[in-house]
């Protein structure tokens, strides 16, 4: 069973998710500790194309608490390991207008090993946000007459 470390629940209300994948991360020794505490933030986090890889953008893990002077940097940027066919179709969906890549969720596998599902997403309009939440209203409405009925 999968142990999430960070959710970005706003991605979702946000955007659009066309595709989802799982990409593996490298990571130093420090940040690995720093998730296992349970402390990560992928709320404003994206994955941009360089130099042929893929890189989380704007990842906040904090620094280990028992860190010495060699802690990490808690923004850097960080190399997501995919396979080349999976980098070029995410960077040719990346130069697509409206399209991007977000982190949805960042957890531990079966085995122990740090990995983000993320997201081929394309932007909401705000009148596509209030229809989603009209939508789950009127959804949960439902629900609750139907309980009532029994």
Do not use: C
Not at 24 to 50: F, H, M, N, Q, W
Not at 55 to 63: F, Q, R, S
Not at 92 to 120: D, M, Q, S
Request: glycine share 8%; charged share 35%; hydrophobic share 40%.
């Amino acid at each position: 069973m999968a142990r999430a470390v960070a959710e970005n629940r706003k991605a979702r209300h946000n955007y659009f998710i066309d595709e989802t994948l799982e990409a593996g991360l490298v990571l130093t020794g420090t940040e690995v500790k720093s998730l296992r505490e349970g402390r990560a933030d992928i709320g404003e986090a994206y994955a941009a194309e360089a130099d042929g890889a893929l890189h989380l953008v704007n990842a906040h893990i904090p620094e280990y608490r028992s860190g010495n002077r060699f802690n990490h940097e808690p923004k850097r940027q960080r190399k997501l390991l995919l396979h080349k066919r999976e980098i070029s179709k995410l960077a040719g969906a990346i130069a697509r207008a409206g399209v991007t890549v977000v982190p949805l969720k960042l957890y531990f596998n079966e085995r122990g090993i740090a990995k983000v599902l993320l997201g081929v997403a394309r932007g909401k309009r705000q009148h596509d946000k209030r229809a989603a939440i009209k939508e789950r209203d009127w959804k949960r409405e439902q629900a609750r007459v139907l309980r009532g009925r029994d």
